[in-house]
């Protein structure tokens, strides 16, 4: 990763092609003690179940939701695996959320992964892992979800009645 981040015309200056911006000169790993560091997410895959909209004691307002992401290959026994992952989103992104997307819905997340540690009601300690999504895109267009609008399977017409056929609007 050092050859393509130090790959800037200038001496000192890193170059990121995974945000295509040069990063600056403190960013150069040849001049920094540590090396340059990515916490950047990228899923698709279907809502498991309908997003929950809360608000915090200040009303902020936060959504969580979990996505079904199918994995590229296949287990030994021939299927493929399937990884469930919760996501939270944060202020106007959770409105979008809570107020576009239903169970069953694909959806793109763009987020950073996160890992924090908690007390349960017993005092036991828990960490949980979960993505904090930044945005959030349809991954299906709306007719594919919509059953209304889209004609039978069969490509059959279907009868109108007399009451919906009314007055052409040409």
């Not at 015309?9 to 340059?36: M, Q």
């Not at 267009?141 to 059953?147: I, L, N, Q």
């Not at 007399?162 to 040409?170: I, M, N, Q, W």
Request: charged share 35%; proline share 3%; aromatic share 8%.
């Amino acid at each position: 990763m050092e050859g393509v981040l130090s790959g800037g015309r200038r001496r000192g200056v890193c170059y990121d092609p995974v945000f295509k911006k040069t990063l600056g000169r403190s960013a150069s790993p040849g001049k920094r003690k540590g090396k340059v560091m990515l916490n950047k997410i990228i899923l698709m895959g279907r809502l498991t179940r309908d997003p929950e909209l809360r608000h915090t004691g200040n009303g902020t307002a936060v959504t969580s939701f979990s996505l079904a992401v199918d994995r590229d290959y296949k287990s030994q026994n021939g299927e493929r695996e399937t990884d469930f992952i919760d996501i939270v989103a944060w202020r106007s992104t959770a409105e979008f959320v809570h107020k576009y997307f239903t169970k069953g819905r694909m959806a793109v997340v763009e987020g950073r992964l996160q890992v924090r540690d908690w007390t349960d009601k017993d005092g036991a300690r828990r960490r949980t892992t979960e993505v904090v999504a930044d945005n959030v895109y349809f991954g299906d267009s709306k007719r594919a979800v919509s059953d209304s609008d889209t004609p039978t399977a069969s490509g059959e017409f279907t009868e109108v009645s007399e009451e919906e056929e009314g007055e052409l609007p040409f």
